[in-house]
Structures are given as structure tokens and as C-alpha cells.
């Protein structure tokens, strides 16, 4: 009888993402495939305590009047204690300790900062437990929407025009923050660097809601982009890293995000079932720009180093691709763009759970 892999689910976390992230557990939960992998969960309240968390599909059910949270039940989970050495242990509630037993992969389905950012993954290399997912430097330049646009515009595919601010900035010069509004012209975006799920973005329209906008996305990070809106359909694709020998996967088949009554895909669009806006998979694109596409979004995955997954948001221009953002850990509940792209091109959900989780077993043995 073939032993299962054990797995450790890693979710929630301390940033504003962090009912995301349980949502995200709550279906991996429901479909990882049981007869081949055993599943230990492991919660990060928001103030960053590990706990040890029920096999509970439905506690992390994603309701929008009752957000999933992970809560402190007086457990705390230790990672090994050297890297020679793969066993986890947990003390409980009542002070007792016992084992977890060994790990064989770590699942960190974890957004935004404290998580998505390169930190647990650091973490996870310094106690030598492979991981599913982009390495410290790529998870880090993924979160970072200055360094990634940077490094793709670098590696020669366009982004959206943008300007980076910090709050020492916005302080010391306002005149000249706003000369920025004015260069890029209107509408223009203001999002955290930072920050994910459309987390902080406001869309301006006019000079006098520059401040508000800033304010709103400092409240979030102390690095801001003011990006100029770019024209054109919002395109979406998924990545899978590559086999040994092979090169990074693109999906066969792209979601489109059609705003049909709401200014832009905001987090209550993206998780809350909010109106006005409607999600197509697969797009209508033909064959050479879906390619295009695909290419575009492996050159994009390649550049900055990314393993395991991503997604890749574009605009479709009338003179071509700009990329909006890469995701190095993307919503990954049943109805995120991420699976439904993946699910659309001939794989399921459990099957693309499994899929990753040998990557990054892949990943660690190459380490």
C-alpha cells in the first residue's frame, strides 16, 4: 500500500488578505485527492501565531456576511528544530507537546505580505522543507508591482506606464507627487506596491481625488504606484512551472474580466459575488493571440524567476499585450481565475492541486 505524502496547508496569515487565504484552504481541503496525500493544516491567526487547524472544509467556507478566519485555539506549531530534520511538533492548548510527525511538502496558500512576499518562504528554506510555489526572490519581486514591472519592462514586454511613490514622498513634495497625475494622464490607477487582491486601488478621474486615493492605498503600504489606465480588454491566463527538462505551461484556455456596471475589478467583484462585472472562460481570442498570449505570459513567469504557478493579467490593446500584473500565488478557490483557466483547459481542480504539489516536491529535491 503506497504511503500518502504528507502535506502541510499553510494559510491565513497576517495581512488584509488573510479571509482569502482561508477561503482558498477551505477548497483545496475539499478536493485534495485523500488516498494519495494527508493533509495537516496549519493556520496563521492575523497576529501571526501558527496553530493547528480542523480538516474542516466548511469552517472556511467563503461567505460574504461572515468572512473564514483563522482563530487563536490556544495551539502553536513548531517547525523542525534543524534542517536535517523534517517533523513538526504542536503544543496544545493544555501546554502538552506532541509530534506531527514529518513533512514531506509545505502548501503556503498564503496572500498578500507575510506570506506571498518571499518571508515564509525564507522561513521555509532556512528549516529545509520544500515548498510549493516561486523561491524567496521571485515571490518577492511578484508582490513587488515597481520591481516586477521593472524587470518585465527590462526583459522587453510592456507594462503600463507608472510612477512609484513613498509616503516620505507624498509628505515632502506633494506638488511634485501630483506632477506625476499630470504626466500620466486621467484616469489613472493608485494601488499599494504591495498589496494584492485589489487591496488599497482607487481609480481617478479627476486632479481632486489624487489625495484620497493615496491616502487609502498608504493606509495599506508605504510604496505606492500611481499607474495610467490603459484601454482594453482585461485578459487573464494561468501558469504551471516547469517539468524536469521541459519549459513553464501556459493554460489553452484565457478568462476575460468584462466590467459591465463597476469602475474597475475591485475585491468585492474579485470574492464578495458583487455586481457589475462578469468573468468568461474560456475568452474569445483567436488562436494566434491566445498564443501570443501564452508566450507572453511564460517570457513574463521566466523573467522573474517564478516556479510552480502564477497568474498573469493583461490588457489586449489595439497595438497589442501589456501586462497588468503577475501573481506568483493567485486566488486559488474553485471559482478564481487561476483554476477555472486550468479547469477549462482539461484539468480539474484536484488534479491541478496534485499537479503543483509534485512541483514543489520536484523543487525541493533539486534544491
Sequence with gaps: MTVPTRVALLFGGRSSEHSISCATAGGVLSAIDRDAFEVVPIGITRVGAFVLEADDPARFALDPDSLPEVVDN???VAWPQTARSREITVTDADGSVRSLGEIDVVFPILHGPFGEDGTIQGLLELVGLPYVGSGVLASSLGM??????T???HAGIAVAPWRTVTAVDWVADPRGVASALDALGLPAFVKPARAGSSVGVSKVTDPSQLNEALAVAFAEDDKVL????VAGREVEIGVLGARAGERARASTAAGEVIMTDRAFYDFEAKYLGASGVELVCPAD????R???????AIRAFEAIGAEGLARVDFFLTDSGFVVNELNTMPGFT???MFPTCWIASGMSYPQLI???IELGIARGARA
Design 334 to 336: 474553485p471559482i478564481s
Design 226 to 229: 500611481i499607474e495610467a489606465a
Design 144 to 149: 513587488d508591482k515597481h520591481f516586477t514591472k
Design 285 to 288: 481570442l483567436t488562436d494566434d
Design 151 to 153: 524587470v518585465l519592462e
Design 74 to 76: 490556544g495551539t502553536r
Design 354 to 356: 496534485t499537479e503543483l
Design 290 to 296: 491566445l498564443a501570443e498570449m501564452q508566450d507572453l
